[in-house]
């Protein structure tokens, strides 16, 4: 018996990725959100918001680098998500 919740044919194993790439991609902006949060929070708590200020927090500048890699992993799912065919 063949499984009902699996896709047979090519365009719908197309519109399958493109519903998980999208989950992803709305997941990895969630976590950019929350990012944003932690590091607006550090930098009051410390209350240093410079980046080239050499007592800028580490967990700071941390959690920059974190929401930057995040920026580029979505831009590259968005891509790939453009470039792929479209399923009718």
């Known amino acids: 018996m063949a499984n009902p919740y699996r896709p047979e044919t090519l365009q719908g194993m197309a ?3 493109k519903l998980q790439i999208a989950t992803l991609i709305a997941d990895l902006l969630r976590s950019v959100e ?13 209350g240093v918001r410079n980046v080239t200020d050499p007592n800028y927090p580490a ?11 995040l920026g580029a992993t979505i831009a590259s799912l968005e891509a790939l998500t453009r470039s792929a065919p479209k399923a009718a």
């Open 34 to 46: 929350v990012l944003t949060a932690d590091i607006e929070h550090e930098e009051m708590h410390s």
């Open 15 to 17: 519109a399958t990725n």
């Open 59 to 69: 967990l700071a500048r941390s959690l920059r680098a974190r929401r930057e890699n």
